[in-house]
Structure formats: C-alpha cells, structure tokens
C-alpha cells in the first residue's frame, strides 16, 4: 500500500516536529537531572558553609565570656541542625550508591561531632562553675586579708594615738624631773652657801670684813631666785600632769611655799636647815613617784612602737598578699582562657607561695584559718581546672579532626555533584546538537525520498506518454496499479491511450473498409465497363 503525495507531504513536514517533539523530552529529561544536580552542588555548598558555620560558632563558644556562652551553643546547633537537614535532603536527592555512602559517612561524623560538643560544654560548663567558685574565693581571700589590714590600720592608729599620749606624758613626767632637779641642784648650791658662810662667820668673829658679807648676800639671793624660778616651773608641770592625768587642781602650791620659808629664814640669818631638808623629802618624794612614772611610761612608749612597727609590718604583709591574689586572679583569667595547661601548673605553685606567705603573717589564727583555707580551695579548684582544660583540648582536638574530615567530606560531595551537573549539562548541549542535526537530516532525506517518490514516476509517465504520442498501440501504461495520485494519473492516461488506440483501430478499420469498397467499386465498374 502506497501512500500518496500529501501524505508523504505530511510525513515530511511533520518529521522535523516529531524530532523537535524527541529533543524536547530528552532535554526536558536532562534539565530535570541537571536542576536536580545543580540543586544537590547547592546543597553540598550550604553543607560546607554550615559546617564552617558550627566549628565557628564553637571556637567563639570556647573564647567568649561565661555569661554569652549560651548564644553561641545555640547558634552552633542551628548551623549543625541546619546541616543535618541539608545532608538528608542530599540523601534523598541522590540515587548513586557511593554518594548515599559518602552522605552517610557524613551524616555519622556530623552526629558525633554534635556529641562532643555536648561533652564539651558540659566540661565547659563544669570549668565555668570551678572558675566561678576561684573568683569567689579569690573575692573571699581578699576580703579577709582587706579586714585583718583594716584591723591592722585601725590598731596602727590607735598604737599611734597612745604613743602620742604616751609621749605627751613622758614629755610632761620629762618637765616635772628636769624641774625637780632643778630645785635640788639649786638646793645643793644653797647647802654649799651656807656651810661656806657658817665657816666665814666663824672667821669673821676672828676678824672678819664687810666685802664678804656683801658677796654673801649677793651669792644668796642668786641662789634664792633660782631655786625660787624652778620652784614656779615645777608647780606649773606639776599642774600640767596632774591636767593631764585628769586628777584637777593640785591646790595650794607646797612646793612654793616650802622655798619661801627656806628663803624667809635665809633672808632673816636663821637656820635653814629643818626648811630645807622638808623641801629636799618634797623634792625625793616627787622624783621617786615622777621617776617612776617616766621609766614605766618610757617602757610604755617602747613597747607601743614595737607593737606599731609589728602592726605596720603585719599590715604591708597583708597588703602584699592582696597585690598576690590580685595578680593571681587575673593571671589565671588569662591562663583558663588560653586553655594554657603549663600556666595553670604554675598558678598552682604560685598558690602554695601565698598559702606560705599568709602563714608568715602575724594574724588571729582565726583570720590566718580562713585565708589559707580560701587558698587552699581556690588551688584545689584551679587544679580540677587545668583536669578539665586537659579533656577539653583532647575533646578540641578530636572535633577539629572531625570537622576537618566533614569538610573534606562536604567539599568532596559539592566536587561530584557539580562534576554531574558539569557532565549532564555537557550531554545535554551534545544531544541537542546531534538531535538538531539528525532531524535535519532525517528531515533532507525524507523531502528527498519524498521527492524522489513523486518526481521518477512523473518523469516514467512523461516518457511513456511521449512514447505512446508516437504509436498508442505500442503498450501498456506502467504504475497504474499505484494507489497515489501518480497511479491516478497513470490509469487516466493509460484510459486516454486507450480510447485513442481504440479510435485509431477503428479508424483504421473504417479506411481498410473503405479501401475494400474503392476497389470493389473499381472491380465494379471495371466489370460494368
């Protein structure tokens, strides 16, 4: 069965749409396989980015301050959170199973690296909580050591406020003494005046002078002024201590009025001794009792000074220790937060030192008690420090391993998801060329066969009918058992040749038949004749 030309017509035209239609689906086909490919190299990169996102939200968790910790753990599980899920989209997107197997594996590390850092902040968390009791018995240590040097200052205030009385009534016992010797020097003079004017009165009834008279008398009221002078100062200082022992007025001035009547009975020529031995018991009497007095209230003085320097000394040591802790505290800040393992070894010595110091220090074994015990938890709490910065850097260094193998691992996924995009894409662009150029040249081969099929009947046909043109009884015409529009043509031609033949047979009979009647018209009149 044949088809004809507008069939083959159609064929022709519709083959380059049938091709286009193919192309179409596989294209449409390796889109699909390439947006799913670049969605998964999308994918890989958000994975990477994550992940470098969590191992930095875990270095800021491990460097920040306690108090901001918990924002960086929670931005820590929304980058890993994040990559979980990326990583399962992933999983389902592929169909490959080595690729599902290197998403597995990186699905695996990524739940254990989450483990870790659960481990991880709990030792951290633990530290936090150890540093945190550090700075309070830090905070303890130098809130004690402030009372006892306040205790100290306090004493050394008081020590200097007793010396300064002390020294005030040794000055005042130092007055009354001085003055008091004053008297019993000037007495002594007086004694030696008068045994030297009794021996020159004795001289005198032998044949004495009125010049020596006159030098006695001169030498007397010397020596009565003097003693009359520090008999005056002496009632005034003892006025004053008495003022200042708080003991009031002392009254009639004795001491005064013993010099009068020694100077009275001096001045009348009478005998001065009974007077002057009553002036010199005063005079023992106040030396004996102010004597005593200075030495007591010298050893007083002494003893203070000794307290206030011992006071002083215990308040520089305690100072010291302060400035100590002070260093130590912040030195340990610097060292936790330095993860520096051999730093925290040596706080811990440095401890024990301040531990020694504070036994040194002079204190209530009360306040010692509690100062060392401060430094004891504070070096006990520092040691289980530096345990818990061994675990984290092994926890550290585990995790960096991990998240460098996630990252390699991510990188490597991101490397073949975009090596397939790259690959589907690029055999994309190759069967759209070969699809184009096989349509078109399925399409020149069909219009050429199509052609072809129309063209060689019609030019048989041609050359048929210029044969039959010469002699229609030579044969038949060919393809007229074609069902297409050239059998047509060759059947109505074929019909034409036919009915032509038939005239021409009939024509030719009529000729032969008229020929015959010629001649027997002629064989007629030929026999008529």
């Given at each position: ?316 040591q305690a100072q010291g220790v302060t400035i100590a802790v002070l260093k130590l505290a912040h030195s340990t800040a610097d060292a936790v937060g330095n993860r520096d393992i051999g730093a925290t070894i040596a706080l811990i010595a440095d401890g024990a030192a301040v531990e020694e110091q504070i036994a040194r220090i002079a204190l209530p074994p009360l306040v010692r008690g509690g100062m060392m015990s401060a430094v004891a938890g504070w070096r006990d709490s520092l040691d289980k420090v530096r345990d818990g910065l061994s675990i984290q ?137």
């Amino acid at each position: 069965i044949r088809t004809n030309i507008a069939q083959q017509i159609a064929a022709v035209g519709c083959m380059p749409v049938l091709v286009a239609a193919a192309i179409a689906i596989v294209a449409w086909f390796l889109l699909q396989q390439s947006d799913r490919a670049n969605g998964s190299v999308v994918t890989a990169g958000t994975i990477y980015r994550e992940l470098l996102g969590a191992e930095a939200a875990r270095s800021d968790y491990l460097n920040t301050a306690a108090s901001r910790r918990a924002a960086q753990a929670v931005r820590f599980d929304a980058h890993t959170g994040e990559a979980r899920r990326q990583l399962d989209a992933l999983a389902d997107a592929t169909e490959d199973d080595a690729l599902e197997g290197a998403v597995s594996e990186t699905r695996r590390i990524l739940d254990r690296y989450t483990t870790q850092m659960e481990e991880l902040k709990a030792v951290t968390e633990q530290n936090d909580a150890l540093i945190g009791a550090m700075a309070q018995q830090a905070a303890l240590l130098i809130d004690i050591t402030d009372a006892a040097r306040q205790r100290q200052n306090l004493a050394n205030l008081g020590y200097a406020e007793t010396v300064a009385d002390s020294d005030r009534r040794l000055s005042l016992h130092r007055d009354v003494l001085d003055n008091a010797r004053s008297i019993y020097a000037a007495l002594a003079g007086l004694w030696r005046h008068e045994a030297a004017r009794l021996s020159q009165g004795a001289g005198q009834t032998q044949g004495g002078g009125a010049t020596s008279r006159n030098a006695d008398s001169h030498d007397t009221g010397v020596l009565m002024l003097r003693l009359s002078n520090s008999a005056e100062a002496l009632e005034e200082a003892l006025e004053r201590a008495a003022a200042a022992e708080g003991r009031g007025s002392r009254g009639p001035k004795r001491i005064v009025a013993a010099v009068s009547q020694v100077s009275g009975a001096l001045m009348n020529g009478g005998d001065i001794r009974d007077s002057a031995q009553e002036l010199e018991k005063r005079i023992d009497q106040i030396l004996n009792v102010y004597g005593t007095a200075y030495a007591a209230t010298l050893n007083e003085v002494t003893e203070l000074t000794a307290h206030a320097v011992s006071a002083n000394e215990t308040e520089q040591q305690a100072q010291g220790v302060t400035i100590a802790v002070l260093k130590l505290a912040h030195s340990t800040a610097d060292a936790v937060g330095n993860r520096d393992i051999g730093a925290t070894i040596a706080l811990i010595a440095d401890g024990a030192a301040v531990e020694e110091q504070i036994a040194r220090i002079a204190l209530p074994p009360l306040v010692r008690g509690g100062m060392m015990s401060a430094v004891a938890g504070w070096r006990d709490s520092l040691d289980k420090v530096r345990d818990g910065l061994s675990i984290q850097d092994l926890m550290i260094a585990q995790m960096d391993g991990d998240a460098k193998e996630m990252a390699s691992g991510a990188s490597a996924l991101n490397d073949i998801f975009r090596s397939n995009a790259e690959t589907i894409g690029a055999f994309l662009r190759s069967a759209l060329v070969l699809g184009a150029t096989a349509g078109l040249l399925l399409a020149i081969a069909g219009a050429f066969y199509a052609a072809r099929s129309i063209t060689r009947p019609l030019d048989r046909l041609q050359r048929q009918m210029v044969h039959l043109a010469g002699n229609p009884l030579t044969g038949d015409i060919v393809d007229t058992g074609r069902q297409d529009e050239v059998g047509a043509m060759a059947r109505s031609v074929q019909h034409f040749v036919t009915e032509i033949a038939q005239r021409e047979t009939a024509l030719h009979e009529a000729k032969n038949q008229a020929e015959e009647a010629t001649r027997a018209k002629s064989s007629f009149l030929a026999v008529m004749s």
